[in-house]
Nanobody, 123 residues
Framework: QVQLVESGGGLVQAGNSLRLSCAVS????????MGWFRQAPGKEREFVAA????????GYADSVKGRFTISRDNIKNTMYLQLNSLKPEDTAVYYC????????????????WGQGTQVTVSS
């Protein structure tokens, strides 16, 4: 059984930074594409960022481009999301996902989801 465990969320003021982590266990990390989604209160879950197995291919939602950076450490079986210049509209529960292809992650067709970590940005 694959397990995804997010960490690093919290309460920060606008303009500050956070680093989210997603640790994967239960199966080989090899070949998996990964990504982050978020869901704000009263809104649908939305795509944030994705990264392929090699980390040569990354993609971002327009709303976070230039502020967030996705990365992964295939030795540690962990993915990261660096959140800079945070805005109140970034407030949401952030979920990590894994899938067999980059396209599946971007399309929200991930095989597994984490339990989420709360990010709250105050103005």
């Amino acid at each position: 059984q694959v397990q995804l465990v997010e960490s690093g969320g919290g309460l920060v003021q606008a303009g500050n930074s956070l680093r989210l982590s997603c640790a994967v266990s239960g199966r080989t990390f090899s070949g998996l594409a990964m990504g982050w989604f978020r869901q704000a209160p009263g809104k649908e879950r939305e795509f944030v960022a994705a990264i392929d197995w090699s980390a040569r291919l990354t993609g971002y939602a327009d709303s976070v481009k230039g502020r967030f950076t996705i990365s992964r450490d295939n030795i540690k079986n962990t993915m990261y999301l660096q959140l800079n210049s945070l805005k109140p509209e970034d407030t949401a529960v952030y979920y990590c996902t894994v899938a067999s292809s980059y396209g599946a992650v971007v399309g929200g067709r991930a095989d597994y989801w984490g339990q989420g970590t709360q990010v709250t940005v105050s103005s």
